[in-house]
């Protein structure tokens, strides 16, 4: 492990800002691309299930159909690559075996080994209390995905806009997300500023970490 | 800007993984930990809103009185710092109000400038259909800052665990939340690994990239 400096970090996170305006001229190298996609992919999430996929959207025609369902937001037609996170809505069975024969297969063990953490599963995501929100629960892991690749979009130096202002059902509507089991939650669009962004340069408003972060 | 190598960033993912053990002997040093403070109030919240607060549980006798509401997962006492995420539970015209008032300062023009701005976070946020889920959206906003918080602990070589298994009232009552506008909603613990974490050496569960990732 050969960690970053502080104030590395706290430099990339200074940079960062939602960008309002993203130069479309300027793509995100495949590599890097490459890297926020496995980036994504090891974001954490409860028990390990991963109850989301992430959509790339390249068609220029699909990004001008959802224009208008984003509240006409530029970035979404402007930005360099443009991610629709969407969510489980429901959680089964068949989502924890398939989870768990995944687990058996990469750790080598037998499934029969998981069984309690199977049977933990059932009784809080399918037939428990987290089982009436599950939709909700998966949002939850997505947005934790949504601050991961944020983050790791900042320290490799790409731009990043998170996006709510949009029509989740217009968007599973132009997307075909209709019986798919997953349904959009929230997007993120990622390239590069525009020199024309009066944003870029705005200070940053945040209340006093004594106001935010209380010691108990 | 100077970014870090995509390979230094994939390293600290893969290094990552929900701490079970902690070493309790030992403690992030204040530097660090200090900056990881800022991160977490650098994260990126929906209107800039930062409708959250974060507790550090320092008390012993408080982290005591929470394991048996944190399905006694032992993280919780022996981690070196052990932090509640606490989300608003209604936005009012007030929040609103207060963050425009620090947005005039901070940015040095007239609140009047920012009139529009309130009145979409208005139309939203407090009388609008986000209102009815504010406490939801307060806690999403959450996990931007769970999802950067991780993020930010590995690229500084600093462990972490979420934790979603706890009984978000029981967390209240203790920490004496009951009037005060915001509710639990998750922790995480944060720290290093003890040598006896076997879960340290498991090989990280992921579904391949092109189940979790899809091109339109």
Not at 30 to 52: I, K, M, R, T
Not at 137 to 146: E, G, S
Request: hydrophobic share 40%.
């Amino acid at each position: 492990m050969n960690p970053i400096t502080t104030q590395q970090l706290l430099n990339a996170l200074e940079w960062r800002y939602a960008t309002k305006v993203f130069d479309p001229g300027k793509k995100i190298p495949a590599d890097l691309w490459q890297a926020l996609e496995h980036a994504l992919a090891l974001s954490p999430s409860s028990y390990g299930l991963q109850p989301y996929r992430f959509l790339v959207i390249h068609d220029a025609a699909k990004r001008a159909e959802l224009l208008p369902h984003s509240w006409n937001q530029k970035q979404v037609v402007d930005c360099s690559h443009y991610v629709v996170f969407t969510g489980r809505t429901q959680m089964t069975e068949a989502d924890l075996d398939r989870f768990l024969t995944l687990t058996s297969r990469v750790r080598n063990i037998p499934t029969e080994t998981l069984s309690a953490y199977r049977g933990m599963m059932m009784g809080d995501l399918v037939n428990g209390p987290r089982g009436k929100i599950a939709h909700e629960w998966a949002t939850r892991q997505a947005y934790i995905a949504l601050g991961n690749l944020m983050t790791c979009a900042a320290v490799l130096g790409v731009d990043a806009c998170p996006m709510e202002g949009f029509v989740p059902a217009e968007y599973d509507r132009v997307l075909g997300l209709g019986n798919s089991g997953y349904a959009s939650v929230v997007c993120c669009a990622l390239g590069y500023r525009s020199a024309n962004d009066k944003y870029a340069g705005l200070t940053k408003v945040r209340y006093p970490t004594t106001d935010l972060i209380k010691v108990v």
